[in-house]
């Protein structure tokens, strides 16, 4: 059964910094892309980043590019998203997700259960 378990999300104050992980079991990780998707309140979901399963490409949605980073460690099994200098719309909950394929895609089948991330002062 695919897994995936994030952690990390919490309040924050504009210009902060916060580290998501997403655990990941059930299925074999090193061979599957992987990104992180968010959903503000209100809103519909919008794709954040991306990376391939390598790690060797990674993919940014325009509004965070400079400011998020994504990366993964195969051996643990875990996917990360470093975000820096948080604005109050970065104001989400943040979900990983798992692709079918194993290069940069924005194609995804399973979704974790999410962590809440707000900025707020």
């Known amino acids: 059964e695919v897994q995936l378990v994030e952690s990390g999300g919490g309040l924050v104050q504009p210009g902060g910094s916060l580290r998501l992980s997403c655990a990941a079991s059930?299925?074999?990780?090193?061979?599957?892309?992987m990104g992180w998707v968010r959903q503000a309140p209100g809103k519909g979901l919008e794709w954040v980043s991306g990376i391939n399963s390598g790690s060797g490409s990674t993919t940014y949605a325009d509004s965070v590019k400079g400011r998020f980073a994504i990366s993964r460690d195969n051996a643990k099994k875990t996917l990360y998203l470093q975000m820096n200098n948080l604005r109050p719309e970065d104001t989400a909950v943040y979900y990983c997700?798992?692709?079918?394929?194993?290069?940069?895609?924005?194609?995804?089948?399973?979704w974790g259960q999410g962590t809440q991330v707000t900025v707020s002062s």
């Open positions: 059930g299925f074999t990780f090193s061979s599957y892309a």
């Open positions: 997700a798992k692709s079918y394929l194993g290069y940069l895609t924005h194609e995804y089948d399973y």
